[in-house]
């Protein structure tokens, strides 16, 4: 994590992380204000909480109440040494807590991050740079072998290559790429996260066999996001970018709907209008681009190659935005195993999504077949040593598609975790399924998996595949536990299924890709690609329309993230509007048919900080602060109560509307006087929050908590780190231009 330090007034210091802002001093005795605690009572306070979050966790994942729970640490300070400490850390435990638990407990303290690293003891390095910003070479792993060779399947170039390339391209970028966590409590399961530390929106994760594996697959995750701009998918990218030359790629096309805002000709194919608008409904200003929100320049189209006749066809941003997310795009040593990557994604997910929605039952792999890959029975023994049942089940639908899957079982709750993975490599593809079960993940967190069920429309519910689709949590079908498989078991392998004629000339992830375009081929499957390499990495993007998807085609008409266009601007000058503007735009929130409870981030793609009033504010709250501000005061009673009933804001936040709901019911009763109530609410909310409560009704407090911004996202520090990441990425390309 980079922490930012700024020197404040006396020896005041600031620290600036992700969202968060901490403030040091040091006491009177050692010529300071005393204003804020030292840095080395921080030090000394993270250890002691971070021993109380995991005796949190361990209570929250046991139904243990932690309300009797005390914990303390002291230090004790060598006399000779003051270095030398002891950190002693007592708690005390209510009678009625068994001794299994007890001892859990103690277990869990131990387990304290804070605790670890001190016990390893961290080498410090000490250096002089000329520029902060300008040092974009992160410590990924400060044991690299960059000599060594290490090759594994799957993989056209040996891993310490891989990171070394990658790690160049990401520092010529500019994007100072920083490791936030390792995992690895099973065996040939390694993960971590990685994310560019001016803009911690921009994370990916990586998952192998070994900690370079797992490295190198985050890094080309990183690089494959960066190439098709998924880190800024649904964001407003600021007036300067949308006023550019070009908003996503050079190569990009702007196409003006026809008449009656009809579809422009010059986008799509007659092959995909049919997927994308069976019905004829889709409109031209369905597709603006979210990004620049550039309505007056057209609809934003990125050049796709179809692969059956190498033409070109132009597909809008916004569509590729809101029914793909991430599916089917890679980053590889070369373009063919960056296809593969892709085309074995793209299989993974649909097989999937046929098995779960047809709650299919899959065939055990045999121990016979499963043994000649002792690295993955490793994996799974230990798990099962854990307490979680393991089964691992062939996904290829009788030997159809080059999937696997590993399903885990939590007997503690009843959960189950199912993860498939792709590749045309049967061992490539069971070692991912595990990888991606363990991604991210702690023993702790496997207690969160959902139960699965009987109810068919649970599993087949469109969000279940969207939850599945994210990191693997959605619901399962009891029937695909079933002993009766629906296929045979197949040992299948798609690495080898094309000719021999010429075999010996192509590489191997060469032959593989034709393999996984001729299934789909043979599926009658049109698929089109675009192939991107202005950043030095070849990365490639796969959409197989009626196949691929993520989100139903229906979503271009009525889920589209393009509804940001009618009230971005207004709500970023919310304080600037006059009561005609506030009831037109209360009005088409009304006519929205939006989620209430749908946050304001999501809504208008800006980020504000979470630690905001902006940051929690929903539709429900901006309609509310809107019929305040109007003096609509039975309609903001009315939205006062839908808030505290479902409230899941700040407790700040929920005593200022309790306030509020008691304030109205007041002033909206002819029976009663506010003047024989204020003294009680002054006593139980106190002034400062009767104050707002007052002035709100009475209109002079308009927007309470929320700061005033702009178009020109000023004060949204977030927004604004995510912009100048995406500005990097829009120089290469402009680079790469120029060069050309």
């Known amino acids: 994590m980079q922490i930012n330090v700024n020197f404040l007034d006396n020896l005041r210091l600031e620290a600036k992380f992700d969202d968060f802002t901490v403030i040091a001093d040091q006491p009177i005795r050692y010529k300071g204000d005393g204003s804020a605690p030292g840095p080395f009572d921080y030090f000394l306070a993270s250890s002691a909480m971070c021993a109380a979050y995991f005796v949190k966790v361990y209570c929250l994942a046991r139904d ?61 390095v000490i250096e002089v740079v000329e520029n902060l910003d300008e040092d974009a070479q992160a410590l990924l792993m400060a044991d690299l072998d960059e000599s060594a060779n290490t090759c594994i399947p799957g993989k056209d170039l040996p891993l310490e290559k891989t990171i070394a390339t990658m790690t160049r391209l990401l520092a010529d970028m500019g994007m100072k790429i920083e490791i936030t966590s390792w995992r690895n409590i099973v065996p040939n399961a390694w993960s971590l996260n990685i994310r ?55 190569d990009e096309q702007w196409f003006q709907p026809g008449d009656d805002d009809r579809l422009p000709e010059e986008i799509l194919d007659e092959y995909t209008r049919e997927i994308y608008d069976p019905e004829g409904e889709l409109r031209g200003s369905n597709l603006f681009d979210t990004n620049s929100g550039r309505m007056d320049r057209g609809i934003c189209s990125l050049p796709f190659e179809r692969v059956s006749d190498g033409e070109t066809v132009y597909f809008p941003s ?12 890679s980053a590889g040593n070369t373009l063919e195993e960056a296809q593969v990557q892709c085309l074995s994604e793209i299989f993974e997910r649909a097989v999937k999504r046929e098995i779960l929605e047809q709650e299919l039952a899959l065939p055990d792999v045999p121990e016979a077949v499963l043994a000649k890959y002792p690295q993955i029975v ?108 629906d296929y045979e078991f197949c040992e299948w392998d798609f690495s080898h299924r094309l000719e021999d004629a010429g075999r010996q000339s192509k590489s191997s992830s060469e032959e593989e890709a034709k393999t996984l375009f001729a299934i789909l081929e043979q599926m009658g499957k049109e698929v ?37 266009l009618k009230f971005r601007e207004d709500i970023l000058n919310l304080h600037r509007l006059d009561d005609e503007q506030l009831e037109a735009l209360f009005e088409r ?13 999501t809504f208008i793609g800006v980020e504000f900080d979470e630690n905001t009033v902006w940051g929690q504010l929903t539709i429900l709250e901006l309609k509310l602060m809107i019929c305040l501000a109007l003096g609509a005061l039975e309609d903001a009673k009315e939205l006062v ?100």
């Open 318 to 329: 916004n569509l590729i935005e809101n029914l793909y997310l991430s599916n089917g795009m």
């Open 528 to 564: 089109y690609q675009s192939v991107r390499t202005e950043l030095g990495v070849p990365t490639c993007r796969i959409l197989v329309p009626d196949y691929s998807e993520i989100y139903p085609v229906e979503d271009l008409i009525w889920g589209n993230t393009n509804k940001a």
């Open 589 to 601: 929130l009304e006519e929205s048919e939006e989620d209430d409870y749908t946050d304001i981030i």
């Open 378 to 485: 490793e994996g799974i023994k230990g798990l099962e040593e854990q307490g979680y049942p393991v089964l691992v089940k062939d996904a290829s639908l009788g030997g159809q598609f080059p999937v696997a899957c590993i399903t885990l079982m939590n007997p503690r709750t009843g959960g189950v975790l199912t993860s498939f993975g792709g590749h045309p490599r049967f061992e490539v593809a069971f070692e991912r399924c595990l990888t991606e079960l363990m991604q991210g993940r702690s023993f702790e967190s496997l207690n969160d998996v959902p139960k699965p069920t009987f109810e068919s429309n649970a599993v087949r519910e469109p969000n279940n595949y969207v939850e599945h689709f994210i990191d693997s949590t959605g619901v399962v079908s009891w029937r695909f536990f079933s002993d009766k498989a």
């Open 641 to 740: 109560d839908m808030f505290l009933q479902y409230n899941d804001n700040t407790l700040e936040r929920g005593l200022y509307y309790q306030a509020m709901g008691a304030a109205l019911d007041v002033v909206l009763d002819d029976e009663l006087e506010y003047e024989d109530f204020r003294n009680s609410f002054l006593r139980m909310f106190g002034q400062e929050r009767m104050d707002a409560v007052e002035g709100s009704i009475e209109g002079t407090v308009r927007f309470y908590g929320l700061t005033e911004t702009n178009m020109q996202l000023e004060g949204l520090e977030k927004h604004q780190r995510l912009i100048e990441s995406y500005k990097k990425l829009h120089a290469a390309r402009a680079a790469v231009v120029v060069e050309g």
């Open 64 to 124: 243990i109440p932690t309300d009797n729970i005390r914990l303390s640490q002291n230090n004790i300070v060598d006399p000779n040494n003051r270095y030398n400490q002891i950190f002693k850390i007592q708690v005390e435990l209510p009678e009625d807590i068994s001794e299994k638990d007890r001892q859990g407990i103690i277990r869990s303290i131990d387990r304290c991050t804070v605790k670890k690293v001190v016990q390893t003891g961290p080498e410090f």
């Open 196 to 250: 560019d530390a001016a803009s911690q929106m921009c994370f990916t994760n990586g998952k192998g066999a070994t900690k370079e594996a797992a490295l190198a697959s985050a890094l080309g995750e990183f690089l494959e996001r960066l190439n098709f701009n998924f880190f800024y998918n649904d964001q407003y990218f600021g007036e300067e970018i949308a006023h550019s030359e070009f908003v996503h790629y050079p």
